[in-house]
């Protein structure tokens, strides 16, 4: 009933910037919180940055000052900016969100099927 789908990501080289987007589609009420997360080769999935509805903001500390976290909930997207990247950024970056998808006001998870971020030097 719901899809997330993320673009923005690509090469780029240490120190630049790149501009994450996740659109949600679909049937559904609202949306609740949103997040970005990361997967490095070999590592568990971390959370990147997670922005409320009310566009209250928390950020893993590996990433504070350098990302931004932001939406847009008339058009149900999310967006991460990323500055001054470092090649420990290079991951799969996914897109998450709680979604209500009626009037029964349940929240469900989604997650879009990622983009490639790397970092080179």
Known sequence: QVQLVESGGGLVQVGGSLRLSCAASGRFRSINSMAWYRQAPGKQRELVAVITRL?????????????????????NL??????????????????????????????????????????SS
């Open 78 to 119: 999310v967006y991460l900016q990323m500055n001054s990247l470092k090649p420990e950024d290079t991951a799969v970056y996914y897109c998450n969100a709680g979604i209500v998808r009626n009037y029964l006001g349940s929240e469900y998870d989604y997650w879009g099927q990622g983009t490639q971020v790397t970092v």
């Open 55 to 75: 566009t209250s903001t928390n950020y893993a500390d590996s990433v504070k000052g350098r990302f931004t976290i932001s939406r847009d909930n008339t058009k």
